[in-house]
């Protein structure tokens, strides 16, 4: 069935440091892909999304390519901020009611 | 502003103690969910509503109730709370499913523990 597979967090990395989060996804037909970000007490919120192959969604710094071939939508930031500490969410949406599939989330701490 | 209202944020209660949990959007959005997010589980959809009057389960309906009587509200109910109910809830709302938008508008949470 539909599903989304993140890579497991906690994610830590310094300032600056360059940051990719993977995302897979099982999906039938052409699902839209979305990176939702939670940010510490607060709820979540569209980062970036990308609604057919090839396009990159981007948005703060962060990007990433709709990569049918391998099914996948991986998060790249070259240069993270303490402000970017949150929770990293992808998802599609899917079938006829464009349902949303949800990852489970990948937490990211940065460090001064 | 445009925005998602729930209350309240934070509540402790008992088993049984009948509760609702409000939702409001500002934004004439036609859709509505509900959510719960657990650690280890990520977000879950409780029930969902496509327009006024028209609701339907999502993956853990159980033990939740939900009405859709006006556009800008949808209450969610818990008629007999146990403490597997304990989670973070959030209601989202988003302009239309059907143009694949898939952008949802969260609130800000609440957080309910049942005892």
């Known amino acids: 069935g539909d599903s989304v597979t993140q890579m497991e967090g906690p994610v830590t990395l310094s300032e600056e440091a360059f940051l990719t989060i993977n995302c897979t996804y099982t999906?039938?037909?052409?699902?839209?892909l979305f990176w939702y970000v939670q940010y510490p007490g607060e709820g979540l919120q569209l980062l970036l999304k990308a609604t057919k192959a090839d396009d990159k969604g981007s948005n703060k710094g962060f990007e990433a390519t709709y990569r049918k071939e391998t099914t996948s939508f991986h998060l790249e930031k070259g240069s993270v901020q303490v402000s970017d500490s949150a929770v990293y969410f992808c998802a599609f949406s899917a079938g006829n009611n464009r349902k949303l599939i949800w990852g489970l989330g990948t937490s990211l701490a940065v460090n001064p | 502003e445009a925005q998602v209202t729930q209350n309240p944020r934070y509540l402790i209660t008992v088993t049984g103690k009948k509760l609702t949990v409000t939702c409001s959007q500002n934004m004439n959005h036609e859709y509505m969910s509900w959510y719960r997010q657990d650690p280890g589980l990520g977000l879950r959809q409780i029930y969902y509503?496509?327009?006024?009057?028209?609701?339907d389960k999502g993956d853990v309906p159980e033990g939740y109730k939900v009405s859709r009587k006006e556009k800008r509200n949808f209450p969610l109910i818990l008629e007999s709370p146990s403490p597997n109910q304990t989670s973070l809830y959030f209601c989202?709302?988003?302009?239309?499913?059907?143009?694949?938008?898939?952008?949802?508008?969260f609130g800000e949470g609440s957080r309910l523990t049942v005892l």
């Open positions: 999906a039938t037909g052409y699902p839209s």
């Open positions: 509503s496509m327009n006024v009057e028209v609701t």
């Open positions: 989202a709302s988003s302009p239309y499913m059907g143009g694949n938008t898939g952008e949802l508008f």
